[in-house]
Nanobody, 124 residues
Framework: QVQLVESGGGLVQAGGSLRLSCAASGRTFSPYAMGWFRQAPGKERGFLATISRSGRITYYADSVKGRFTISRDNAKNTVYLQMNSLKLEDTAVYYC?????????????????WGQGTQVTVSS
């Protein structure tokens, strides 16, 4: 079992930045592919970014490419999501996820463990 806890969400003005963290505990972190997803009110949860076990491979949804950066520190058992140039439509609950089926993945079904989510609200 892996427990994931997100932090770093909050209220930010459009154009601003936030960095989300996801701390993992319970098992060794490095064997897990990690991903970030988000769910806005009335919408399904959607993929944002994923990073391979080594951290060498990353992949982003088109909607956040060039604005968001995923990274991981295996020594600290933590994955990050740096979010820049935030837009109103980025308002959502943000979730991190961990899985072992693949090295990295944009599909939620490849993730076995999910955090509780952290709210990000972008205001005008």
């Amino acid at each position: 079992q892996v427990q994931l806890v997100e932090s770093g969400g909050g209220l930010v003005q459009a154009g601003g930045s936030l960095r989300l963290s996801c701390a993992a505990s319970g098992r060794t972190f490095s064997p897990y592919a990690m991903g970030w997803f988000r769910q806005a009110p009335g919408k399904e949860r959607g993929f944002l970014a994923t990073i391979s076990r080594s951290g060498r491979i990353t992949y982003y949804a088109d909607s956040v490419k060039g604005r968001f950066t995923i990274s991981r520190d295996n020594a600290k058992n933590t994955v990050y999501l740096q979010m820049n140039s935030l837009k109103l439509e980025d308002t959502a609950v943000y979730y991190c996820a961990a899985g072992t089926r693949t090295d990295y993945s944009r599909f939620s079904y490849n993730y076995d463990y999910w955090g509780q989510g952290t709210q990000v609200t972008v205001s005008s």
